[in-house]
């Protein structure tokens, strides 16, 4: 198949387009810079506000997988722009060229839109592809992590500190960025049981982690035993102030995030699982951990 990317030079993304490459794909990939030539891989200069850009990047492919997204604003509208707008400019461009299949990559939080700007932004998304007439399967992706990610680095660091502050109460599922990016190829014909359906792929852990389990896993994956603080909500929103003040705006911890962090559920639910016959996960999360802690450990981040 020929197939439009987004976000292809991302963790995810970056994920995905080695994933097309290996079965054998040929990838039309958006970018915002120039890049480095790679073989079965033709880079569209531009990004998801270029409706030119766009309209070359879907010209000619079988299906779409959209990856690209805003996950830190400084304001709403940020959230807005990115996942809202530029959603609805690449379904219009694959309808104007009759893509007859698209793959969209939304998030968990997307089940609770009131609890942050984010995800009522990926919510909004959500409908904007399900409005759509195209053939669509949506992704709702729980934690991901693995290497090159930016995102859950930050437990892995505060794991090698020896303090790992996590919500006080609840549930996570997590899942690691080469099975989710399998998961998205495999999406790519289509089917009866995956066209016009909400996915929430995971692990396979049932029930998914309690916070505290983990954080206990990421310091075993470090070579530590770090101590677990169970931050209340009113804690994870000062923690988000103090994260600003020291960070500006390069601060992971914000409030928007501090606000969907504290909701108890994070979980994917049983009946949005991905047919097994489809995809299943591949790689067991505490070996996913230690190798990922060691691609960190290599790189020097750690």
Known sequence: MI???????????????????????????????????????????????????????????????????????????????????????????????????????????????????????KARGETVVKASLLDWTIVRPPAIYGPRDKEMFELFRAARWGVVPVPRDGRASIIHVEDLARLLVALLPGADDVSGQTLEPDDGRPGGWEHRELALAIGWAVGRRPRVLGLSPAALRRAAGVDGFLRGKAAKMTPDRAGYLSHPDWTGHADAQVPGHIWEPKIETRGGLKTTAEWYQEQGWL
């Open 3 to 121: 197939v439009a990317l987004t976000g292809g030079t991302g963790f995810v993304g970056r994920a995905v387009l080695e994933c097309l490459l290996d079965a054998g794909h040929e990838v039309s990939a958006l970018a915002r810079s120039i890049q480095v030539p790679l073989a079965g891989v033709e880079w569209v200069l531009g990004d998801l506000s270029n409706r030119e850009a766009l309209a070359e990047l879907v010209r000619g492919v079988d299906a779409v997988i959209h990856v690209a997204g805003v996950v830190n604003a400084a304001e709403p509208q940020g959230f807005v722009t990115g996942n809202v707008h530029g959603t609805l400019s690449l379904v219009e461009a694959a309808r104007d060229e009759g893509v007859p299949r698209f793959v969209h990559v939304s998030s968990l939080s997307a089940r609770e839109p009131g609890l942050s700007a984010y995800g009522a932004s």
